[in-house]
Every structure is written in C-alpha cells, then in structure tokens.
C-alpha cells in the first residue's frame, strides 16, 4: 500500500523561496508509469493543481505559477520535491502531494499546511 | 474562478438522492475523463470516481459518475450523515496543459 508524506517547514516568510518534499513509502517511486503531483488548497477554499512530475524528470506546471515553481525527483530517497519562489500571503495554503495513475490521482498525502508571514 | 464550474453547496434529507454537477468546456471534460474527490472535514481528498463513472475499490456503490458532452455529475443515493462533505471534480486540460478542478460543492445532509 503506497503512502505519501509532506515535510518541510510549516512558516516561509515572504520573498522567500517556500520548499516541500514528499516521501514515498510501501512502493518505489520509479516503478510503474506514474506522475506524482503537488496541489494546494488555502484555507476555506478549492484545490490548485501546482505541477506534476515523471520519474524521467518530465515536468507540467500550472501556467499561472509556473515561473515560481520546480518540481524536482530524487528516486535514491524515493522522494520529490516542491520549490515555490518569492512567495507572499497568497501562497499560505495546505499542500499535498499525489500519485497520478493513469489519469486520475489515486494516492493522496494527508498535507502539510504552510504559512507565509513574516 | 476555477475553471470547471460546480454548485457551491447542496443539501438533501437522509435516504434521498442528491446529483452534484461540474460544466467545463471541450479541452477538458469534453475531451478528457472526469474523476470526482470527496474531501471530509479536515482531511485529505480521497478518489471517489474516477475515469467518468468508475468506483475505486472500497467505495460504496451509493456513489455513481456520468458525463455528457462537456458536464459531468455525481449522484449520492441513499444519503447519509458521513456523506457530509466537499466533492470535487477534476480533469486534464489540452489547453492549460494541466489538471483543473472545479471549485468544490459543500454536501449538507439535513
């Protein structure tokens, strides 16, 4: 049963580069034909869909943070990561990472809430 | 203004059935299949429907998915209190080449 965990720190303050990894555990992170994707949500409102990507290194960004972001893959750890530039109170969300299968995402994290202030 | 349109709220009583729908446009849900999250208070969303109308295993048959055309809907029958929750629809976007989402529809059971 795959599991997905979000670390990294709960308060960036604004400018600052905001920085999250998800670890993968009870299955490796390179087999299958998966995408492993992070969205956010702020508090009281809907999901965004930052990014996404393949254990080849492929990358998606949503068009409307994709100049602030990078998702990166570290398969000897069996983890990926989130990097979120000069960030403001805007970006003050719950973030989760999930597993995409196909074209549904399947295996969600319980989130990590991340707060910017200063 | 999420890019996939769906009610804000339904309420229905226990037992009866309520549809959730979720409108997009031809680079998404009409050409792409629709997966629906139901997100309980607190928690992380979980994978109700996916491919359109397919139910993960675990999930109850209560739930059910449809699509036609360019909206997708979601049917709750037999409502009860834990049902209590967002739902979200989803699906991938030629255009943004990305996953949208609606903007989540809270369900109150009365």
């Known amino acids: 049963q795959v599991q997905l965990q979000e670390s990294g720190p709960g308060l960036v303050k604004p400018s600052q580069t905001l920085s999250l990894t998800c670890t993968v555990s009870?299955?490796?992170?390179?087999?299958?034909?998966?995408?492993w994707s992070w969205i956010r949500q702020p508090a009281g409102k809907g999901l965004e869909w930052i990014g996404r990507?393949?254990?080849?290194?492929?990358?998606n960004y949503n068009p409307s943070l994709k100049s602030r972001v990078t998702i990166s893959v570290d398969t000897s750890k069996n983890q990926f990561s989130l990097k979120l530039s000069s960030v403001t109170a805007a970006d003050t969300a719950v973030y989760y990472c999930?597993?995409?299968?196909?074209?549904?995402?399947?295996?969600w994290g319980k989130g990590t809430t991340v707060t910017v202030s200063s | 203004q999420s890019v996939l349109t769906q009610p804000p709220s339904v309420s229905e009583a226990p037992r009866q059935r309520v549809t959730i729908s979720c409108s997009g446009s031809?680079?998404?849900?009409?050409?792409?299949?629709v997966n629906w999250y139901q997100q309980l208070p607190g928690k992380a969303p979980k994978l109700l429907i996916y491919?359109?109308?397919l139910l993960p295993s675990g999930v109850s048959d209560r739930f059910s998915g449809s699509k036609s055309g360019t909206s997708a809907s979601l049917a709750i029958s037999g409502l009860q209190s834990e049902d209590e929750a967002d739902y979200y629809c989803?699906?991938?976007?030629?255009?943004?080449?990305?996953?949208?989402f609606g903007g989540g529809t809270k369900l109150t059971v009365l």
């Open positions: 990507i393949y254990t080849s290194g492929s990358t």
């Open positions: 491919y359109d109308d």
């Open positions: 031809s680079s998404n849900i009409g050409n792409n299949a």
């Open positions: 009870g299955g490796s992170i390179s087999s299958g034909s998966y995408y």
């Open positions: 989803a699906a991938w976007d030629d255009r943004l080449n990305g996953w949208v």
């Open positions: 999930a597993r995409e299968k196909g074209d549904y995402m399947d295996v």
